[in-house]
């Protein structure tokens, strides 16, 4: 009799295994539904607004298996833009980001644990400049059938990456803290174009 039973709940758990939640890889950005942003203050009163056009996204997620779930993010540094053409050919110089050097900028995720429902903590390295630091950021996933959003927001020090370098150290001229906000649309790649 316990012999039929345990047949019986193994036969229920092989039969409900498709049903369970599968690892999927996300490497397709929906550009135009996609975007990150960066936003500081200049000269102590001026707030600007500045994205990235070019970045790629490669992610594995399963909210059932977020040991093995991963997001890493590679952004193409000279596809800035802030809306001023002289502030942009600045931030674009070894002062700044450094492009002809340093060229991208990358977040490697190392942890993603639940918080509460599609809110997730990731850790990982953020490397910009050579520079690679320890980041941690809360941020939503949602999984819509073969879609992967993701949004949030943090904030940098950006003395940390050597950004902003001689007289641009000031804070009056640059505030130090620079927000990041995201919200990216990445395809699966099982789903096909139409």
């Known amino acids: 009799m316990l012999k039929e039973k345990y047949l019986l709940v193994f036969a229920s758990l092989i039969m409900l ?4 939640g599968q690892s999927k890889e996300y490497t397709r950005v929906v550009a135009e539904d996609s975007k990150i942003e960066f936003s ?7 707030a600007f607004t500045g994205h990235f056009a070019d970045f790629k996204v490669d992610a594995i997620f399963n909210r059932d298996d977020l040991e093995n ?5 590679v952004i193409e540094l000279a596809s800035l833009e802030s809306g001023s053409e002289k502030r942009d050919t600045k931030l674009k110089k070894g002062n700044w980001f450094d492009i002809d ?9 190392e942890t993603i ?15 910009i400049k050579g520079i690679s630091k320890p980041y941690s950021f809360k941020l939503e996933i949602r999984e819509l059938v073969d879609l992967l959003r993701l949004s949030g927001d943090f904030t940098i020090n950006r003395l940390d990456f050597d950004l902003g370098l001689g007289a641009w150290k000031n804070p009056d001229w640059v505030k130090h803290e620079v927000n ?3 919200d990216i649309a990445v395809k699966s790649n099982a789903q096909k174009d139409t």
């Open 113 to 127: 644990e639940a918080v509460s429902n599609d809110i997730y903590e990731i850790k990982g390295q953020l490397e």
């Open 69 to 73: 779930s991963r997001i890493d993010v």
């Open 40 to 46: 500081g203050v200049q000269n102590r009163k001026t």
């Open 101 to 109: 050097n340093t060229p991208r900028s990358y977040f490697k995720s």
């Open 17 to 20: 295994a498709p049903l369970m």
């Open 180 to 182: 990041v906000e995201f």
